[in-house]
Structure formats: structure tokens, C-alpha cells
């Protein structure tokens, strides 16, 4: 009876260790994250959005906290300066930037009710692992989204596969800095108000959807406020989508098969 060599016998079983084992650097290039505004006519509005990619360790904010500048300036004035400089700074392997409303934007990119915009990145399955996002929600004094758990949101399993989704926030998600004190001094997004003024508040981050206070009132954008929203109103849809390219041992394994069925019809005709 022929034996086989360890050499015939490797081949395949390396090959298969290789197609079933996980692999290093599996990325999902080209990962388009939209924003989408879904709030009804006349309700809220979105300031452009500071998204950071990163390995689930960026915690820009906590609940029951006081906000840093960094947030302050996102909650107040809608600008993600700082939380950009912070980031980088933090996370040099991280990838950051902002997304404007491409489609029913308003001024600098600001999402009106029904705006969108997407960003498209390539994306390491390990250093850019999970997504935050801030941005401002006006009408408001110091108002912000943005996710408190820097793994909420996961774009890439433990194995570098990639799992995007779409996410959803309801106005329970919208956070109150508490860096300014609610009403029509200081507020953005209001006609006659001036968002750099500030009536300190000092208080604590917390959970706040009630707008009733910016009830009625002009916009810059055209309308009044008058669709306000509730603790359960849609207010933001986030999209994650990529197409995963199939890992390279599986195409090493799959060209191999026809050289390994071809070694074993000749191992065959021997042994008969």
C-alpha cells in the first residue's frame, strides 16, 4: 500500500486552516455612513456632524457629568472644532470628519427636516472599529445628539468582519448640555437671537426632548418651530453600508482545489 508524504498531506490541511482561520487585516473598504434629519416638516433641525472612527475607547461624554469645552461647543454653537482636535490628538490612528446635508440642506450644511448627506471612508476593521457622532439640534440654546457609549454603535465584529445596520435615535437621545440656560437669549437657529450669547447654566448632562420653550418661533431657515418633538419622535436614521470583499485564504483555497483534485486522481490511478 503507497503511504502518503507529510508534503502531499499539508498542503491541503494548511489550506484549509487558512480558509476557516481568522483573517489578519480583513478590512471593508469604501464604508458610506449616511445621516439622515427624519423629523416631520416644521420640527427640529441638524447641525453638520462630527463623525470619528476609532477602536471603542473615544468617551467624549457622560451623563450626570459637566460638559467639557468640547461639547459645549458642539451643544451651543453646532461646531465640532473641538471635539476634532481632542480626537486627533487622542487617537492618532482614529479617522474623523464632518458630514453635511447634501439634500435639503440649509447654510453650511445644516439638515433640515428630511436632509440627508453621506461620507464615504475606507475604514480598518480594528483602529476604526465603532462610530460616534455629535451634532447640534436646533432650535435650541445647548441641545446635542450623540451617542454616550463610545461602542454603541459597532461597524466591525471581533473577527474584522464588517456588520454595519442602521440606527435610529429617537428626541429620548437628545442630550441638554446645561453649559446655557433655556430661552430665546442665546439660542441658534432663532431669527433675531444671537447663538454666541451665552447665559451660563453650569449643570449636569442630561436627557432632555422638551422644546416647549422654542414653541411658534422663526427659524433662519423660513418656518416656525411648531413641530416639536417628543421623547419617541424618529428623529435621526444612520446607514452603514459596505461591500465585504470574501477573505483572500478563501480564494487561495478555491484555486487550490483543482491542483488538489488533480493530486489525488493521480494518487488513485497508482495505488490501483
Do not use: C
Not at 84 to 100: K, L, M, N, Q
Amino acid at each position: 500500500m503507497m503511504r502518503l508524504s507529510k508534503s502531499k498531506v499539508a498542503l491541503p490541511v494548511l489550506l484549509l486552516a487558512g480558509m476557516l482561520a481568522p483573517v489578519a487585516g480583513a478590512q471593508a473598504s469604501n464604508v458610506t455612513l449616511s445621516f439622515a434629519n427624519i423629523s416631520g416638516a416644521n420640527g427640529p433641525a441638524l447641525s453638520p456632524f462630527f463623525v470619528a472612527l476609532h477602536d471603542g475607547s473615544f468617551d467624549a461624554f457622560d451623563i450626570g457629568a459637566s460638559a467639557s469645552s468640547a461639547i459645549e461647543a458642539i451643544a451651543e454653537l453646532g461646531s465640532g472644532a473641538g471635539l476634532s482636535s481632542s480626537f486627533a490628538a487622542a487617537f492618532p490612528t482614529g479617522i474623523s470628519t464632518t458630514v453635511t446635508a447634501s439634500v435639503n440642506g440649509f447654510g453650511p450644511g445644516i439638515f433640515l427636516p428630511g436632509g440627508s448627506g453621506s461620507v464615504t471612508l475606507d475604514l480598518d476593521p480594528v483602529k476604526n472599529r465603532y462610530l460616534s457622532y455629535f451634532s447640534m439640534v436646533v432650535p435650541s440654546n445647548d441641545r446635542f445628539l450623540g451617542n454616550d457609549s463610545p461602542t454603541e454603535i459597532e461597524l466591525f465584529d471581533t473577527m474584522g468582519h464588517f456588520t454595519g445596520g442602521t440606527f435610529v435615535d429617537n428626541g429620548n437621545k437628545i442630550w441638554d448640555a446645561a453649559t446655557e440656560l433655556d430661552g430665546t437669549t442665546g439660542a441658534a437657529f432663532l431669527v433675531g437671537s444671537n447663538a454666541t450669547d451665552s447665559p451660563a447654566q453650569n449643570g449636569l448632562i442630561q436627557a432632555n426632548s422638551d422644546f416647549s420653550v422654542y414653541s411658534g418661533l422663526a427659524t433662519a431657515a423660513g418656518y416656525n418651530f411648531t413641530n416639536l418633538p417628543g421623547a419617541n419622535t424618529p428623529l435621526l436614521r444612520i446607514s452603514a453600508v459596505s461591500a465585504v470583499p470574501l477573505p483572500a485564504a478563501f480564494w487561495l483555497f478555491a484555486s487550490a482545489l483543482p491542483v488538489l483534485g488533480l493530486r489525488r486522481g493521480r494518487r488513485s490511478a497508482v495505488v490501483a
